[in-house]
T-cell receptor, first 112, second 117 residues
Framework: KQEVTQIPAALSVPEGENLVLNCSFT??????LQWFRQDPGKGLTSLLL?????REQTSGRLNASLDKSSGRSTLYIAASQPGDSATYLC???????????FGAGTTVTVRA | GAVVSQHPSRVICKSGTSVKIECRSL??????MFWYRQFPKQSLMLMAT?????????EQGVEKDKFLINHASLTLSTLTVTSAHPEDSSFYIC?????????????FGQGTRLTVV
């Protein structure tokens, strides 16, 4: 059974600092990995989907890397802003049933 | 990205009544929809998977008679919480994918906060 872990659980940084969010998974036979953002009391917004054949995916200030063999993905957010404050979740689909397994999330606070 | 609309965003109901939550894919046809429940400060817990035109598949421990799911069209799935009780109070989120395959991006609704009094 796939297990997804996100460390740290919470992170507080001053505005302008770069953010590094970690996601690890136990079964490296993944098809892809997806990063989401969740604001308090809201649903999930898809940020990036990185395919298993890719090592990196970029969108604006966001960059996600994937190392399948070591079971890790990292989400980098450059030049953080207070508007980046949210919970960030990573998820991978199962190899047999394609259901998403989620990490518990990293709650980010960017201080102005 | 694609848009998934969930309605209502908040609902308060009395104990013993039923509540229906709608999930619509606005700009794509969703072959598969997923329903999740989220407790405070926890991640999402998958409740069930629904494929258009067929019965939903429920996760272990989820009562199918309590949480009725209907996926009657390629753009609409509904979750009905029947005979709601205070312990059913939670945040419910739906997700939609254009196909069942693993390489299809998942898009989520805005969530529904259900409070049973």
């Amino acid at each position: 059974k796939q297990e997804v872990t996100q460390i740290p659980a919470a992170l507080s940084v001053p505005e302008g600092e770069n953010l590094v969010l970690n996601c690890s998974f136990t079964d490296s036979a993944i098809y892809n990995l997806q990063w989401f953002r969740q604001d308090p009391g809201k649903g999930l917004t898809s940020l990036l989907l990185i395919q298993s054949s890719q090592r990196e995916q970029t969108s604006g200030r966001l960059n996600a890397s994937l190392d399948k063999s070591s079971g890790r993905s990292t989400l980098y957010i450059a030049a953080s802003q207070p508007g980046d404050s949210a919970t960030y979740l990573c998820a991978v689909p199962g190899s047999n049933d394609y259901k998403l397994s989620f990490g518990a999330g990293t709650t980010v606070t960017v201080r102005a | 990205g694609a848009v998934v609309s969930q309605h209502p965003s908040r609902v308060i109901c009395k104990s013993g009544t039923s509540v229906k939550i709608e999930c619509r894919s606005l700009d794509f046809q969703a072959t598969t929809m997923f329903w999740y429940r989220q407790f405070p400060k926890q991640s999402l817990m998958l409740m069930a998977t629904s494929n258009e035109g067929s019965k939903a598949t429920y996760e272990q421990g989820v009562e199918k008679d309590k949480f009725l799911i209907n996926h009657a069209s390629l753009t609409l799935s509904t979750l009905t919480v029947t005979s709601a009780h205070p312990e059913d109070s939670s945040f419910y989120i739906c997700s939609a994918r254009a196909s069942y395959g693993p390489n299809t991006e998942a898009f989520f609704g805005q969530g529904t906060r259900l409070t049973v009094v």
